[in-house]
């Protein structure tokens, strides 16, 4: 990888997700044949690594799997897309995480998820000087709240401390956000740009007219609270972007709906790779973010009209060209 692009960290989960399709779910102690079975590496640090990669970016994955096969199967994946795994670390007791899950012929699906190494992430994994060599050489470090809360801090710690740009997705239910009186740990308030997903309290909420402006509420309140920029993701209503100068809304992308599965993780990989183009030069203005915010909801729209996680990630071409055929 050429040292002239821009430098993402990401830190996130990473698991394999293997499914098997049935005609019915077995009852309790029931055997049923199953007619198909697909194992494909996932979680919210490969595909957001896999996003940014897809959008020209230099981009190194912070994460843990266990002394597995699946671990190296990750791995083998990532490398596939240029990724840099040298920072994804073994847990010795521990699996890589697994999601499992059932596939009626509604299509319908029952999953159990397994976090495993995903839980024995710690702050000392990322105390040495590599890691701080890593991230005092990157434009954006983009982190998942689904990891452990101890990490996550440790991580927006050390991307502060080199004064590097972080992108948090606490990785909340929207529900929570809705009702305003979720409390997150006291470093989380330290990110540069929040991404917390409002879908679901969006569709709770229903009536139209009030959906954004619930929405602008709570990231006023993500503002007052020290977050540098709060982006709220609306779904198929778009996105909120809110800071101290105010408040924009910016439109979803008209695109055929096929499957949800890598929309948020499309928006936030390509978030963070738009971010750093304009970290790296030195510019990430209000007007940049925004301007990552409108391409990032054109990825998520790319995602969400194929089917599958990995296999929905737009290229960035397929955005930009999204982009130029608005009016």
Known sequence: MTGGKPKVVVLGGIYVDMA????????????????????????SGINQAIQAALCGCQVTLVGKVGNDPFGQMAIDNLRDFGINCDFIFEAE???????????????????????????????????????????????????????????????????????????????????????????????????????PNFVEAAEIINPQNHNIHNAKLIGADLIARGVGCAVIKLGRR?????????????????????????CGDA?????????????AKGCLTADEIRKAVKFAS???????????????????????ELLQDLP
């Open 238 to 262: 778009g996105a909120l972007v809110i800071d101290k100068a105010g408040a924009d809304h910016i439109p979803s992308f008209e695109v055929k709906f096929v499957d949800r599965t890598g």
């Open 267 to 279: 928006f936030d990989g390509a978030l963070a790779a738009s971010c750093a183009v304009g970290s």
């Open 93 to 195: 007791a521990k699996n890589t995480g697994v999601t499992l899950s059932f596939v009626n012929s509604a299509g319908s699906n029952r999953t159990v998820v397994s976090e495993g190494a995903n839980r024995a992430l710690t702050p000392s994994d990322i105390s040495g000087a590599k890691f701080e060599e890593l991230i005092s050489n990157a434009n954006i470090c983009l982190v998942n709240g689904k990891l452990p809360p101890d990490f996550v801090s440790a991580a927006i710690r050390a991307a502060k401390l080199s004064n590097k740009k972080v992108i948090l997705d606490p990785a909340l239910p929207g529900g929570e956000f809705q009702h305003q009186s979720v409390s997150l740990p006291p470093d989380y308030y330290t990110a540069d740009i929040l991404v």
């Open 298 to 320: 054109a990825a998520g729209a790319l995602a969400c009209s194929k089917f599958g996680s990995q296999e929905s990630l737009p290229k960035k071409e397929e955005i930009i």
């Open 20 to 43: 098997i399709r049935c005609e019915d779910f077995p009852d309790s102690a029931e055997l049923v044949p199953g007619s198909e079975f697909s194992h494909i590496p996932t979680g």
